[in-house]
T-cell receptor, first 116, second 113 residues
Framework: EAEVAQSPRYKITEKSQAVAFWCDPISGHATLYWYRQILGQGPELLVQFQDESVVDDSQLPKDRFSAERLKGVDSTLKIQPAELGDSAMYLC??????????????FGQGTRLTVV | GDSVTQMEGPVTLSEEAFLTINCTYTATGYPSLFWYVQYPGEGLQLLLKATKADDKGSNKGFEATYRKETTSFHLEKGSVQVSDSAVYFCALSDRNTGNQFYFGTGTSLTVIP
């Protein structure tokens, strides 16, 4: 069964260091999402790609966060410098992106980031 | 803008009890509605969905009906099991916003034997 792959599963980093997360969506999925989930809360969208183009990054803290999907397939989310408040689960999801009604998003297992 | 509001937890039930988790939404267009489930330390998995008014989504004994008149999509199960213990998220996606997903805050369910 096709899955969204994320790595690493867990990351501990010191404040002010750089950290990067990788996501490989399900093959053929044009839309890729990065969400941040703080413990006890729902996922909040950071950035949405359609192929290699950014559709929405209005909630991405652009002074420290960056995201790219250069060939429209896998994606990297980077934080530099990391702050204590960035500790959260970072979830990647993908969907067919064909704008059909009811197209579901498939989620990876997430990367649990702890900033110390 | 679009948003989802779901009942706060945590919810604790005995095995075989009836479950209801309330969810209401606000949307400018005609959204699709979803319930996702998250087990500890894992990502979200789709539980069920409905794409238009009066549609009923169902899976693994869970059901939810898309009620446009009350803008609701309440999750129900007639008899919960210990294995249903997880966090449940109500969500919507709207084609008018590029199929962006909006999630509720989640409801934690614990089922005790």
């Amino acid at each position: 069964e096709a899955e969204v792959a994320q790595s690493p599963r867990y990351k501990i980093t010191e404040k002010s260091q750089a950290v990067a997360f990788w996501c490989d969506p399900i093959s053929g999925h044009a839309t890729l999402y990065w969400y941040r989930q703080i413990l006890g809360q729902g996922p909040e969208l950071l950035v949405q790609f359609q192929d290699e183009s950014v559709v929405d990054d209005s909630q991405l803290p652009k002074d420290r966060f960056s995201a790219e999907r250069l060939k429209g397939v896998d994606s990297t989310l980077k934080i530099q410098p990391a702050e204590l408040g960035d500790s959260a689960m970072y979830l990647c999801a993908s969907s067919l992106g064909n704008r059909d009604v009811g197209t579901e998003a498939f989620f990876g297992q997430g990367t649990r980031l702890t900033v110390v | 803008g679009d948003s989802v509001t779901q009942m706060e937890g945590p919810v604790t039930l005995s095995e075989e009890a009836f479950l209801t988790i309330n969810c209401t939404y606000t949307a400018t267009g005609y959204p699709s509605l979803f319930w996702y489930v998250q087990y500890p330390g894992e990502g979200l998995q789709l539980l069920l969905k409905a794409t238009k008014a009066d549609d009923k989504g169902s899976n693994k004994g869970f059901e939810a009906t898309y009620r446009k008149e009350t803008t609701s999509f309440h999750l129900e199960k007639g008899s919960v099991q210990v294995s249903d213990s997880a966090v449940y998220f109500c969500a919507l996606s709207d084609r008018n916003t590029g199929n962006q997903f909006y999630f509720g805050t989640g409801t934690s369910l614990t089922v005790i034997p």
